[in-house]
């Protein structure tokens, strides 16, 4: 049986985000790496993903004026 690795492109579509946005992400080590083009088992996106922190994780900029 052959193996489906994916691509940056198919990442995004699976995470529901557009290609840009996928290269920007901190991925996993690929699964495959054939020449410079690097692919990912969608078990191995899917466990990554659902580890991944909520929106609005990191703190972002401080307020301007704290709350009280």
Partial sequence: MTERFL???EI???LG???PA???YNLPEPDA????TRGWLPETIDR???ARPG??????RPR?????
């Fill in 7 to 9: 691509s940056l492109k």
């Fill in 12 to 14: 995004g579509e699976r």
């Fill in 17 to 19: 985000v557009k290609n």
């Fill in 22 to 24: 996928a290269k920007g």
């Fill in 33 to 36: 790496l054939i020449g410079t």
């Fill in 48 to 50: 990554w993903n659902a």
């Fill in 55 to 60: 929106r609005g994780v990191g703190g972002g």
């Fill in 64 to 68: 301007k004026h704290p709350v009280e």
